[in-house]
Nanobody, 122 residues
């Protein structure tokens, strides 16, 4: 399993950014996927999840209405469109493969990407 996250960068508050996570070496279309984020010294936090066929999406309260998760199974890629970014969104963002249980728990994910850094300046 390989997950390659990209799209991070430095933006100003209020701007938008789109993250991508390209997956390979497993049946991507069979798995729910999620994005988490982590700041230094803190635990990894759930951001958003999407079911295997894109039919259902779930968001953390802190990003609801600003972030949109999507996927393209033909490209084996999951996306995170982030709008109205705030300084508190600054973190390393990780994509992950969900294997069962609750979306919020990191223990329910078998594989993780390497992370991509998003920095939002005020």
């Amino acid at each position: 399993v390989q997950l390659q996250a990209s799209g991070g960068g430095l933006v100003q508050a209020g701007e938008s950014l789109k993250l991508s996570c390209a997956a390979s070496h497993f049946k991507f279309s069979h798995y729910d996927m999620a994005w988490f984020r982590q700041t230094r010294g803190n635990e990894r936090q759930f951001v958003a999840a999407i079911t295997y066929n894109g039919g259902n999406k779930y968001y953390a309260d802190s990003v609801k209405g600003r972030f949109t998760i999507s996927r393209d199974n033909a490209k084996s890629t999951v996306y995170l469109q982030m709008a109205s970014l705030k300084p508190e969104d600054t973190a390393v963002y990780y994509c992950a493969v969900f294997t069962g249980g609750r979306y919020y728990g990191t223990e329910n994910y078998a594989y993780w990407g390497q992370g991509t850094l998003v920095t939002v300046s005020s």
